[in-house]
């Protein structure tokens, strides 16, 4: 049976942090009640439609905030994916949850329902960064929701944080991370900060009242948290990701691997049947829509092989382990020493590829700028 990835996007967040551009709004009670009932109507719409039986091998709660609803309502939504597809038994199903909102009746309910994997919004230890960026929770409650966590049994927890924040430094950096790691969390999302349009933060670099780091200073503060995490055996694995041996996120591994997931409601992406699609990021006209069993799905390509290698290649490159021909063959039929010796060549002796065994990877140069590594393996027309 053909494997697949469930994405829940919960589109609430108690305030908007002020770099933020994931779709989400304000929480309230109504707009949760409604919005639940809008994901339960479109996950009976994939029981109707789907014209393949798939074993489900992870789920991830996303947003938004998850640990803003009613953790009854978490409930709700995993009991009807329980009942519409078969789960693997070892399946990973993740939370994303924000440090003042993972409470004790929250966790206790994760427990019971299943939930095995937490990632908790840290993103910095130093309360003066976290008031600026808009954060609803100091770093003491951070630090507080991993023990919660911990007590309640929950051993496989990621921490997000961010650098390349103005006034971080890399004190602050090397500090958040050992106490992260102190917490014996396995696993790290290390985000470098970027400004997207339409957020606080955008506004705030444009009129010049907040400063960015420069582009070297960005690259120091990354080598200074990579060292203190594989210090601590937190081994890079993807550009922003860090974990012990064995605790790699599956469902991540998944948009990495070019493997099949639905998202499901607003914003959510999808990749199946080589047919990659969206959900609009609008909940007024999500919920409505839903009501009338009308999903409108926004289709961003139909892959043909050409993309579907270049994605590949640029997906695996992402990867510490980087590509094996070997798959790479068995997937595209296609040998990737012949199809691309120039570009081989020329990454080779620029030193931003290097080759061992059946991988080709990137250097720590090329993962630098991964971007222009990427390029050269753009398809021609
Ligand atoms: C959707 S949030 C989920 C966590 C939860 N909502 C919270 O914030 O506590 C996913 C993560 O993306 C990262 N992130 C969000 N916006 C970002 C940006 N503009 N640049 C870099 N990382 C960002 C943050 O580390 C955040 O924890
Ligand atoms: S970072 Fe998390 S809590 Fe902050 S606005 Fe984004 S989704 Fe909401």
Known sequence: MKKLGIYVH???CRQKCKYCDFYSVKWND???NKYIDAVINEINNYRDTLNEKYIVDTIYFGGGTPTVINPGNLRRILEKIRSVFEIDVHAEINMEANPNTLTEENLKVYKETGINRLSIGIQSLNDDILHKIGRIHNSREALEAIDRAKQFGFENINADVMFNIPDQTIADIETTLSKIIEKNVKHISFYSLKLEKGTPMYDMEKNRKIIMPKEDEEREMYYAGRN???????FQYEISNFALKGYECKHNLKYWNQEEYIGIGPSAHSFLNDIRYSNPSDLNSYCLNS???VFERKIHEVMDQKDLIFEYIMLRLRLTEGLN???FKNKFLVDFYEAYLKQIE???NNKLLEYSGDFVKLTQTGMDISNFVFEKFMPQN
């Open 291 to 293: 009501e009338a069993n």
């Open 346 to 348: 020329y990454l080779i």
């Open 228 to 234: 203190v995490m594989e210090d601590k055996n937190l």
């Open 325 to 327: 021909v070997v798959d």
């Open 10 to 12: 919960i589109p609430f």
């Open 30 to 32: 109504e707009s949760e």
